[in-house]
């Protein structure tokens, strides 16, 4: 027995399912279905941003073998994934001169949880 409107609501979740099963994730590089937009970020001192910005550096010398030296985050954005993207323009050093580097870094704080996804530069 299905009253109308019942029925309506069930066309309906079936629809959004639908909706949600074909649409991709944007820019889900880190994996995780429910993805949000970029968001930019506005303060630049901002411990975590801060954080991200030398793990980015950090790792990148690490796995390319270069002595780049954080200077500061000049602009960034994020997105929450499962856990959070960071895309950020890092101010770095090497040899004296400074130079801008954009690193993807994905965080799971709660599972300490952290990859530098991609680095870029000097742009
Ligand atoms: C940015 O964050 C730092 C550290 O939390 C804080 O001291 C500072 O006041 C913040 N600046 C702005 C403009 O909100
Ligand atoms: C990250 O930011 C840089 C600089 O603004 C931009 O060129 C790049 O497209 C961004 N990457 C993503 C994945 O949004």
């Not at 949880?113 to 000097?122: I, Y």
Request: hydrophobic share 40%; charged share 25%.
């Amino acid at each position: 027995m299905n009253h109308p409107s019942k029925m309506h609501n069930n066309l309906f979740t079936t629809i959004i399912l639908i909706l949600f099963l074909f649409s991709k994730p944007s820019a889900a590089f880190g994996g995780g279905a429910i993805t949000g937009g970029w968001k930019r970020i506005h303060n630049m001192t901002d411990p975590t941003v801060v954080k991200i910005g030398k793990f980015a550096i950090h790792e990148h010398n690490k796995r390319d073998h270069a002595s780049l030296k954080f200077r500061k985050v000049v602009k960034g954005e994020s997105q929450v994934v499962a856990g959070m993207n960071y895309n950020l323009t890092i101010r770095a050093a090497e040899r004296g001169a400074d130079k801008c580097y954009v690193a993807l870094v994905w965080d799971k704080p709660w599972k300490k949880f952290r990859r530098l996804v991609s680095f870029k530069g000097p742009v």
